[in-house]
């Protein structure tokens, strides 16, 4: 079992940044894939960002690309999302999500076992 915990959300202006954090319990932290999806209010969820066991491999949607860096510390047990340059398009409550002994990259919320509450972010225009 894991448990997952999100911060770092809140109100930016456009054209700001956060940065979100997502703190997991457990010792095999290391053997999970880890992604970061956010639901718009009225829209479903999607995916921002996902990352390997290692942080050697990453991949973004589209959207986000050159603006979103994910990336994990392994010994903390921590993965980030840096967000820069935001838009009020990214107005979004945003969730960690842990793909349990996956040492890939996973892009769908499907293949994911373990979620995290959420932290919202509101970027204004």
């Known amino acids: 079992q894991v448990q997952l915990v999100e911060s770092g959300g809140g109100l930016v202006q456009a054209g700001g940044s956060l940065r979100l954090s997502c703190a997991a319990s457990?010792?095999?932290?290391?053997?999970?894939?880890m992604g970061w999806f956010r639901q718009a209010p009225g829209k479903e969820r999607m995916f921002v960002a996902a990352?390997?066991?290692?942080?050697?491999?990453?991949y973004y949607a589209d959207s986000v690309k050159g603006r979103f860096t994910i990336s994990r510390d392994n010994a903390k047990n921590t993965v980030y999302l840096q967000m820069n340059s935001l838009k009020p398009e990214d107005t979004a409550v945003y969730y960690c999500?842990?793909?349990?002994?996956?040492?890939?990259?996973?892009?769908?919320?499907?293949?994911?076992?373990?979620w995290g509450q959420g932290t919202q972010v509101t970027v204004s225009s």
């Open positions: 999500a842990a793909a349990r002994g996956a040492l890939v990259i996973r892009t769908r919320g499907s293949e994911y076992d373990y």
């Open positions: 457990g010792r095999t932290f290391s053997t999970y894939a």
């Open positions: 990352i390997n066991w290692s942080g050697a491999g990453t």
